[in-house]
């Protein structure tokens, strides 16, 4: 086999890495998205009681209770629109990866396998953060028009 049988070989099989890589990325954030929704429903469905959890349960640095449940449950119902979409990712990314950092250092009596979840969340946000979005997201397309070239 000549060199240029293996290079041809070698492209197509990157090529179709690269669009395994969007589709993860997409998925990644999809996942993501719907982890912390779920939360924020969790939140909103019985407010009185996620308002007693801020203020008796975790232990929030700085912020009063109060502003803390409103603060978080606004962050888990917005920010994964945006994830679904993929606009301003990196940025929500970073709210998103505070977030949960926050949530999982104010609970005093968490679990190994809840301290587990919220190391794979961290996790997943920093690959998005570090890899971005992917193809399949507006932030993606927005950059093709600002920087054609670089596209």
Request: charged share 15%; no cysteine; aromatic share 14%.
């Given at each position: 086999?000549?060199?240029?049988?293996?290079?041809?070989?070698?492209?197509t099989?990157?090529?179709?890495?690269?669009?395994l890589?969007?589709?993860?990325?997409?998925?990644?954030?999809?996942?993501?998205?719907?982890?912390?929704?779920?939360s924020?429903?969790?939140?909103?469905?019985?407010?009185?009681?996620?308002?007693?959890?801020?203020?008796?349960?975790?232990?929030?640095?700085?912020?009063?209770?109060?502003?803390?449940a409103?603060?978080?449950?606004?962050?888990?119902?917005?920010?994964?629109?945006?994830?679904?979409?993929?606009?301003?990712?990196?940025?929500?990314?970073?709210?998103?990866?505070?977030?949960n950092?926050?949530?999982?250092?104010?609970?005093?009596?968490?679990?190994?396998?809840?301290?587990?979840?919220?190391?794979?969340?961290?996790?997943?946000?920093?690959?998005?953060?570090?890899?971005?979005?992917?193809?399949?997201?507006?932030?993606?397309?927005?950059?093709?028009?600002?920087?054609?070239?670089?596209?």
């Open positions: 086999m000549n060199i240029q049988k293996l290079t041809n070989i070698g492209n099989l990157l090529g179709w890495i690269e669009a890589q969007s589709v993860f990325l997409l998925i990644l954030r999809l996942w993501l998205a719907k982890v912390f929704f779920m924020g429903l969790t939140k909103i469905k019985s407010w009185d009681t996620t308002l007693m959890l801020f203020e008796y349960e975790y232990n929030v640095p700085i912020l009063p209770f109060d502003i803390a409103y603060l978080a449950t606004a962050a888990e119902l917005a920010i994964p629109v945006f994830l679904v979409v993929g606009l301003l990712t990196r940025l929500n990314l970073v709210a998103l990866f505070i977030l950092y926050v949530a999982m250092i104010s609970y005093p009596d968490i679990s190994i396998a809840g301290e587990k979840d919220h190391i794979m969340w961290g996790i997943s946000i920093l690959a998005l953060f570090l890899f971005g979005p992917g193809k399949a997201a507006l932030d993606h397309f927005i950059w093709k028009r600002v920087n054609p070239q670089n596209a």
